[in-house]
């Protein structure tokens, strides 16, 4: 959780002055640019789900999918990388922060489409068993994302035919700009899986022990051959949609009530308890913060890619006719 | 070599790719029963339920799952239905398939062959009877193949699977009953055209069913004393344009035909890259810019034939003579 939140801290500074949207206009100098959808307040989902999650099973992600391919276990010096578009990045410089993937650790993609990366998910499921592979898929989506039909038909497919998959609904309040309650009917991600037969969990989305204890349930009843199941992870959007969105459009004090809830602060205050030292607990966000200082560095001195790899893993039947 | 429909050409040809590798496996809807065109007829009994796929009417899950199995070793093959029920499938398509590779750095490959039955299905009316090979042109990534013979349905079919690359593959909604020889074994390589014809005035450039209908046009043509070529380009992206040029270079005059509405259409580009590459006087000829009707009349009104090739085709060789 401390990683992610230092990565994100560090990925929104470099972005400032990095995207047109809201009113701003791109500077030249930012480091990371373009949109940058930022999961700070929401560490303690991905932390808890992918801990029970092995390097074979198969990862879907979004476009606010830092989070989720450092808790994966991918390189966060490398993800910093693609951020920065370097050549050393995840993906050569080709993706940014909207397309980060590390096949090598079953993170099949974060996705620029809301709610594309389920149905690679199910996709990713039925080849899993079809091959019998001791592994299962695991896709995490937004609570906008319920609202499009690829979730509803990925319900469909899964419960039907009872895949390895573990839906996770990282239920952060707010659909882009607009909140996802005024536009959604019925209670959400959970009651809509039940209505396929999925059985689905709600869970404090903020309390990584709770996240931690339902999904390991979960990728348990899932591993053992049970099908399909879906958590609805409660938590909240701190930042704006994009890193430059001020999120002007919400009531502050919904952000304040939020912010009391934050997930780093509430497993510190279980630490103390448990009797670690407010200096052991600073450690961790110290080193969080340092190696999160080195990945930007290496990245502010790493290479661009080549002009060249523009032309690179397209496609092969075809290749080198681009007009 | 046997005698077999394009739809019988094509089931025989996944089935032998199914045998020969277990990582190719088929989804769609209404697969279990052989495909409402009898293009999988006994794979379910061959291969089983696991490998021949019946899915919900779920076009964008099933595309988007086939992404997803062919990131994870296998390889896919796509029963869309229609064109045109493959729109809702767009995304899973041109957002995901088609940019995977480059987009993550060339970490992960799709191979996949996504079928979309294409052209006008007679008096099947407006979603029903769309050619829109030329979206699919325009989309890096992708590979796009018309078959116009039941061999060539096997052949390029085969290649398809075999091949690597998202393939948006566009077998014609109305040649699923054509019946020619095909000898299984032959194998085709995609981006290659082939010569229907040969001829000396003019080179008339098609694919799928409108390939027949130039080879019908030729043979009215030889009546005015035109002797035209037909080339069967086959595979659209990438397209043959050594094979193009050099009819161009020989009859100085090119057409293409196709079914596909003019405007936009796959011809434009082919004549523009003559203009711009070679001596040959272009033109193009398709359908207009129209809905497709139901009533026999409107249908007509969107249909090309080989009469209308053939009049464009003499007033190309008339123009300069």
Same mark, same amino acid.
């Given at each position: ?25 791109? !500077?030249?100098? $930012?480091?990371? @640019? /373009? +949109?940058?959808?930022? #999961?700070?307040?929401?560490? %303690? &989902? ?95 989506? !937004?609570?906008? $994302?319920?609202? @499009? /039909? +690829?979730?509803?038909? #990925?319900?469909?497919?899964? %419960? &039907? ?163 | ?321």
């Amino acid at each position: 959780m401390c990683r992610i939140r230092a990565f994100e801290d560090a990925a929104e500074a470099a972005s400032r002055g990095g995207v047109a949207a809201f009113g701003q206009l791109a !500077g030249g100098d $930012a480091m990371v @640019r /373009g +949109p940058l959808h930022l #999961s700070t307040g929401q560490e %303690a &989902t991905p932390t808890g789900v992918c801990a029970h999650l092995h390097p074979a099973d198969c990862l879907t992600s979004t476009h606010r999918g830092h989070g989720h391919t450092l808790a994966k276990g991918a390189s966060l010096e490398r993800m910093m990388h693609e951020l920065f578009g370097r050549a050393s990045g995840f993906c050569g410089g080709r993706g940014g922060s909207m397309h980060i993937a590390d096949f090598s650790v079953g993170m099949l993609g974060a996705n620029g489409v809301v709610a594309a990366g389920i149905a690679i998910a199910v996709g990713a499921a039925q080849s899993i068993r079809l091959q019998r592979k001791d592994a299962i898929a695991a896709t995490f989506f !937004g609570d906008g $994302a319920i609202n @499009r /039909g +690829p979730f509803a038909e #990925s319900l469909n497919w899964a %419960a &039907t035919f009872g895949l390895p998959l573990l839906f996770v609904c990282e239920d952060n309040h707010w659909s882009a700009t607009t909140p996802t309650a005024a536009v959604s009917a019925g209670e959400g991600a959970a009651a809509r899986a039940r209505a396929y037969g999925i059985e689905a969990f709600e869970v404090d989305g903020n309390d990584v022990e709770a996240v931690h204890e339902v999904a390991g349930r979960l990728v348990a009843a899932i591993r053992s051959g049970d099908g399909p199941k879906l958590l609805q992870s409660r938590t909240y959007r701190v930042k704006g949609h994009v890193s430059v969105d001020p999120a002007a459009y919400r009531d502050p004090a919904e952000l304040d009530a939020a912010l009391l809830r934050d997930p780093l602060a509430i497993t510190a205050g279980r630490l103390l308890l448990r009797g670690l030292s407010t200096d052991d607990i600073e450690r961790f966000a110290r080193a969080a913060r340092a190696e999160v200082a080195e990945a930007v560095e290496s990245a502010r001195a790493a290479a661009w890619p080549e002009a060249s790899a523009a032309f690179e893993s397209i496609q092969d039947t075809g290749a080198g006719q681009w007009h | 070599m046997a005698l077999m429909s394009y739809a019988a050409a094509a089931a025989a040809a996944l089935g032998e790719a199914m045998q020969a590798d277990p990582r190719v496996v088929a989804l769609g809807e209404d697969l279990g029963r052989g495909g409402i065109f009898g293009q999988y007829c006994g794979l379910r009994e061959r291969f089983g339920p696991d490998r021949v796929i019946d899915t919900p009417i779920s076009e964008a899950t099933i595309m988007g799952a086939a992404v997803g199995m062919a990131l994870t070793g296998l390889r896919p093959v796509v029963e869309l239905r229609v064109i045109d029920f493959a729109l809702c499938a767009m995304d899973e398509i041109v957002n995901q398939a088609a940019k995977n590779r480059y987009m993550f750095g060339g970490q992960g490959r799709v191979p996949c062959v996504i079928r979309m039955p294409s052209g006008i299905w007679s008096a099947s009316a407006a979603q029903h009877s769309q050619s829109l090979e030329a979206w699919f042109a325009a989309v890096p990534g992708l590979v796009v193949v018309a078959p116009s013979s039941a061999q060539d349905n096997a052949s390029l079919l085969r290649a398809a699977i075999e091949c690597g690359d998202p393939v948006a593959y566009f077998e014609h909604k109305e040649l699923w009953a054509a019946q020619g020889e095909v000898e299984l074994d032959a194998r085709v390589e995609l981006g290659r055209a082939r010569t229907l014809r040969t001829g000396r005035d003019l080179t008339i450039v098609s694919w799928s069913k409108a390939a027949l209908w130039s080879l019908e046009a030729a043979a009215l043509l030889t009546g005015d004393g035109i002797d035209a070529e037909v080339i069967d380009l086959r595979t659209l992206w990438p397209w043959d344009r050594a094979a193009v040029f050099e009819s161009a270079s020989r009859t100085g005059r090119v057409l293409v035909a196709h079914e596909a509405i003019q405007v936009a259409g796959f011809g434009a580009e082919i004549a523009a890259t003559l203009a711009e590459h070679t001596r040959a006087r272009v033109a193009r000829i398709g359908a207009p810019r129209i809905p497709v009707g139901y009533a026999p009349v409107l249908e007509q009104q969107a249909r090309l034939d080989a009469l209308r090739i053939a009049q464009k085709a003499r007033s190309l060789v008339g123009a300069e003579a």
